[in-house]
């Protein structure tokens, strides 16, 4: 089973649809940048208190490289751009879930794999 790196709208869409654990029964592991966490988590709706309380399997992770960041922020938001530093610095991701077309856009340039919300239900 593949591992991911899952951006905020999904983690969203997801949880609104009452269907996070699909997450869980689809890959291996589930990894998301804390910048990811942080913008989930701003909001008391149903998709915080579902990511808050899944962290048993879905992996808050710190990216190492912040001087990264620098590279992307012109197009992409924070969440965005911490996924793709986290699967370029995690070699066991195998699959990144981004939304935006930007974001999906880039993430193919840096030769990673990508799939949207639709690709995982």
């Not at 949880?15 to 988590?41: C, G, H, M, R, W």
């Not at 962290?55 to 012109?74: F, G, L, N, P």
């Not at 992409?76 to 974001?103: F, Y």
């Amino acid at each position: 089973m593949p591992r991911v790196v899952v951006n905020s709208t999904p983690l969203i869409i997801l949880s609104n649809i009452n269907q996070l654990d699909l997450l869980k029964k689809l890959y291996s592991e589930i990894y998301i940048p804390e910048a990811v966490f942080n913008e989930v988590t701003e909001k008391t709706d149903s998709a915080c208190h579902q990511i808050k309380s899944h962290t048993d399997w879905i992996h808050v992770c710190k990216i190492t490289d912040e001087s990264q960041k620098r590279m992307y922020q012109a197009k992409l938001h924070a969440g965005e751009v911490e996924v793709m530093i986290l699967s370029q610095e995690n070699p066991k991701a195998d699959l990144v879930i981004l939304d935006d077309n930007a974001a999906k856009k880039t993430a193919k340039f840096l030769g990673l794999n990508v799939t949207g919300s639709l690709g995982v239900i």
